[in-house]
Every structure is written in structure tokens, then in C-alpha cells.
């Protein structure tokens, strides 16, 4: 169950996992209108945007930024397994800063 009490099917889970790992699926499904209205797959997809823009913008610093792309990449893989599982998500920052914008 997520937060707003709708109960997830498989693929909702599937494709929240899939978001996190794959940051162009984020995109794909932000296009795609049922998608993006699904109350199951909004937060995640809004999410992986955020720390997929964050990670092209981090790879363009030399060493420090490679490095940080690194564990944001181990931590995204964590957070798609949990997705995956059908908990919430919540990434520190990020969460609140698309929830605030009104885009979870």
C-alpha cells in the first residue's frame, strides 16, 4: 500500500524500480499521461527525475563529481529495490523539494 492507500499492482512496482535505474524510463513515463496521473508511480517518477538530473549535472565535475555519481548510482539501486518491494520512497531533500514544487 502506498501512502494514499491505492493498493500497487506489479507492474506499478516494476516500473518505480525501473525509474531509479534508469532515469530515461522516468522521462518515458512522465510523457505518458496514465502514467504519470497514477497516484502509485507519480512520486517515484518525479524522484528518479530529480536525482537524474543531479546526476548528469554531478558528472561534469572531474573526480569529486565522478565519485559522488558513484554512490548517488549505489543509492538509487537501493531505492529501486525498496520501490520495487512497495514501500515509499523518501531521499532526503529531494522528497520535499518535489513535493513542495507539486510535482509528487
Known amino acids: 500500500m502506498t501512502e494514499n492507500n491505492t493498493p500497487q499492482n506489479n507492474d506499478d512496482k516494476i516500473l518505480a524500480a525501473l525509474c531509479y535505474l534508469f532515469p530515461l524510463v522516468a522521462l518515458v513515463l512522465f510523457l505518458m499521461e496514465d502514467k504519470k496521473n497514477n497516484p502509485n508511480l507519480r512520486p517515484h ?26 554512490v548517488i548510482a549505489i543509492y538509487m539501486i537501493l531505492l529501486a529495490i525498496k520501490a520495487y518491494q512497495g514501500q515509499e520512497v523518501v531521499i532526503p531533500m529531494v522528497t520535499d523539494f518535489v513535493k513542495n514544487q507539486g510535482w509528487a
Open 45 to 70: 517518477i518525479a524522484q528518479a527525475l530529480a536525482m537524474g538530473v543531479l546526476l548528469f549535472a554531478l558528472s561534469f565535475i572531474p573526480i569529486i563529481g565522478w565519485l559522488a555519481d558513484l
